[in-house]
């Protein structure tokens, strides 16, 4: 009874609860995934698209048909629906004819048609193309027409107070006849036809109800599990494979709208079985009339909050079901109903694209742009990790290392790329014009390290080399990885070589092994006399690669912040100082540098004197700092005007030149070139133009 089902998470996608969804002649399925916006998703490539669509006016799209090569869009009670061409992206509005009309739900019908129903007045809204005037068919039976299902030739449609289904025939464009539901109090929604018979659910009562048509016998009542418990509501659904697939919900009342206001009735009392504002839930309840039997076709967990199943789509060969994750406000607390789009498939998206060539102009500039204080506030600031770090108390957002939806994408479409071809084009791109081995293996370091980001906060959990590669995002383990995928590939002999806490390469060429720590070093890794010594020599020299730069570890301050500022803690690389001099990983005790002493304005002092300022550093588990500043006439830092070493965390300095700018490099160091003097310590920079005090501006100067 169990059907498997593949789900695609769209992250890049944000969205409150999606509403009705069709899919074109293409296999495009549409939504309006959020205000003034028509989303697509491929059911074979799971590629998608985002078309804004202004003539929403702020709304979202309450359903959209596909009908020939265009998508009817129905707007609630606005009183125009749209008819918008996705392969032109043009919108005509189509008026409603009716004083202040209702429209949510429609429906293809067997004979051509499209049925608007129109809720004000119990309407059924008559169209014979995407772009005709729609014909008005009146219901002539008390109580709202809002949906209904297709069966045989017949368009069925339930009524409430009392409870009945309403037929009517499209190709005649008339009402049929009326017949009493089972209860007076039932409110029906969905159905299922199998075997004779139509099943159809009491949306608030829990039970299945089972009608013989053409005899208009209802038979006994199929009470369904965990009502009242697990769900209050059991909403739309659809027949597949002999089984309906029923949606579910907290809510735990029938749906009632008022035609006045066009506002969903809001009853008194308690709205759903747990208190919570109404969801739809992570499942839908599948019922086999054969057997008799209930199950639930569950989405697949997610590690930063719950999904939701919302509406859904079959042609009878295939179905999907899309929806929605709320991402978590605490761990196991859901917060605002808004998250990633998904999409349900009984079929994968079997033609979804492999990478093709890697692209080697990485623009690292813009990737590292997208994390400049942009980890949003309704997230965690603190990433735990079994077993190094325990939890807290207050830990609040869903804490994740990568987003769930980006991360299963990179893994799936690495699995179906060609993965000799694309690491041969990219090994024979990236050393192309070198000669020798040596040449090789330096340019593949330079290249690795540019074109991933050693992140400090996130990174895809995949071992796949073109999935990293793809990413950009990495730590040691996986910079290896795809270092020794190139180098294998151009059938250089390396090796993993785990270090204390690190893992590095380590290539044979020019008759010995050589260091290739591509994250840490990039293309100019430890050497002595041009030479690239191997690991036995570093750990023999073992302070020898400080002097060397771990550019991996001078993080932008702004790329370990928090939208809000905040700092993000836990298993993560924190600002410079906090990880210990690779002389730790090769075995010596752990020794951290000082952390940046921050550029602070200068001071006038009178005069041509300025006072260069900078915070403290400081450095864990103490020891002396010195700070070494340069004053520079250049950008580029070559043209030194002065050089001093101070125990202060200020120097006062003439300037020579007024209305000119320097440029100013400010360096801690410490008792660690005790061990090694060329230990390497990144500047803090800034610049200022010494002007006359009473010149109006901002100048670097107070």
Request: aromatic fraction near 12%; include cysteine.
């Amino acid at each position: 009874m169990k059907n498997r089902v593949w789900m695609y998470r769209h992250d890049e996608i944000q969205t409150e609860r999606p509403f009705g969804i069709d899919v074109d002649g293409s296999d495009w399925l549409w939504e309006g995934c959020g205000r003034n916006r028509l989303t697509g998703h491929n059911l074979h490539t799971a590629e998608t698209v985002r078309i804004p669509v202004p003539d929403m006016a702020g709304r979202a799209a309450v359903q959209v048909i596909a009908w020939e090569d265009k998508l009817l869009l129905t707007l609630g009670d606005l009183p125009y629906y749209l008819v918008f061409d996705p392969e032109r992206r043009t919108c005509e509005r189509r008026q409603i004819p009716a004083a202040r009309p209702i429209v949510w739900y429609g429906l293809k019908t067997p004979c051509g048609k499209v049925l608007f129903f129109e809720r004000s007045a119990s309407r059924v809204l008559v169209l014979d193309g995407p772009l005709a005037e729609p014909r008005v068919v009146d219901c002539p039976f008390e109580g709202q027409l809002a949906g209904g299902w297709c069966i045989e030739e017949m368009v069925w449609s339930p009524l409430t107070d009392p409870s009945r289904i309403v037929r009517f025939d499209p190709g005649e464009e008339r009402f049929v006849d009326e017949r009493p539901g089972p209860y007076p109090e039932a409110s029906l929604s969905g159905h299922l036809m199998h075997r004779g018979l139509l099943y159809t659910w009491d949306v608030s009562r829990g039970r299945i109800l089972p009608l013989e048509p053409v005899r208009g016998r209802w038979e006994e009542p199929i009470p369904a599990p965990d009502h009242g418990s697990v769900y209050g509501f059991m909403g739309g659904g659809f027949g597949f494979g002999g089984r309906a697939y029923i949606c579910l919900s907290t809510y735990m009342h029938p749906s009632r709208l008022d035609p006045k206001t066009g506002r969903i009735v809001i009853p008194d009392g308690p709205l759903t079985i747990d208190g919570e504002p109404p969801r739809f839930l992570d499942r839908f309840l599948v019922f086999d009339p054969d057997s008799g039997t209930f199950d639930y076709l569950t989405a697949p967990e997610q590690p930063d909050g719950v999904p939701l199943l919302c509406y859904h789509w079959t042609d009878g060969e295939r179905f999907a079901i899309t929806g929605t994750t709320i991402p978590y406000a605490q761990p196991g607390k859901l917060g605002k109903a808004f998250g990633s789009w998904i999409v349900l498939q009984s079929e994968p998206a079997g033609r979804e694209p492999g990478f093709c060539n890697h692209d080697t102009a990485f623009d690292r500039g813009a990737h590292l742009n997208r994390y400049r204080r942009t980890y949003g506030a309704e997230r965690s600031l603190y990433l735990p990790h079994t077993p190094w770090t325990p939890p807290i108390v207050n830990l609040e957002g869903p804490a994740t290392d990568y987003p769930p939806g980006m991360e299963a994408e990179l893994v799936r479409r690495a699995a179906r790329t060609d993965r000799p071809e694309y690491l041969e084009n990219l090994a024979r791109t990236i050393t192309a014009g070198v000669s020798t081995d040596a040449e090789a293996v330096k340019a593949v370091a330079g290249y690795v390290n540019r074109a991933l980001y050693y992140n400090p906060v996130q990174i895809p959990d995949t071992r796949d080399p073109v999935a990293i590669l793809e990413g950009h995002d990495a730590r040691c383990g996986q910079g290896v990885t795809v270092t020794v995928a190139i180098l294998e590939t151009l059938g250089i002999p390396v090796r993993t070589v785990g270090l204390s806490h690190h893992v590095v390469a380590e290539a044979t060429y020019d008759g010995g092994d050589h260091i290739v720590d591509a994250l840490f070093f990039g293309a100019s890794q430890p050497h002595k006399a041009g030479r690239v010594l191997s690991v036995a020599e570093l750990k023999a020299d073992i302070y020898f690669a400080d002097g060397f730069a771990q550019e991996c570890f001078a993080y932008d301050p702004e790329l370990l912040e928090s939208e809000d500022r905040f700092w993000i803690l836990g298993y993560v690389f924190g600002i410079w100082g906090s990880e210990p001099y690779y002389s730790y990983y090769l075995g010596a005790d752990k020794a951290h540098p000082p952390t940046f002493p921050l550029s602070l304005p200068a001071q006038r002092i009178g005069g041509r004197e300025v006072r260069l300022n900078w915070a403290r550093s400081i450095k864990m588990g103490g020891g002396g700092i010195e700070y070494d500043v340069r004053v520079f006439t250049d950008r580029a830092c070559r043209e030194e005007v002065m050089a001093e070493t101070t125990g202060d965390t200020s120097i006062v300095w003439r300037v020579p030149e007024v209305n000119r700018m320097y440029f100013v490099e400010v360096r801690a160091v410490d008792d660690h070139r005790e061990r090694n003097p060329d230990t390497w310590y990144p500047a803090s920079r800034s610049n200022f133009v010494l002007v006359p005090e009473d010149q109006y501006g901002w100048y670097g100067v107070m």
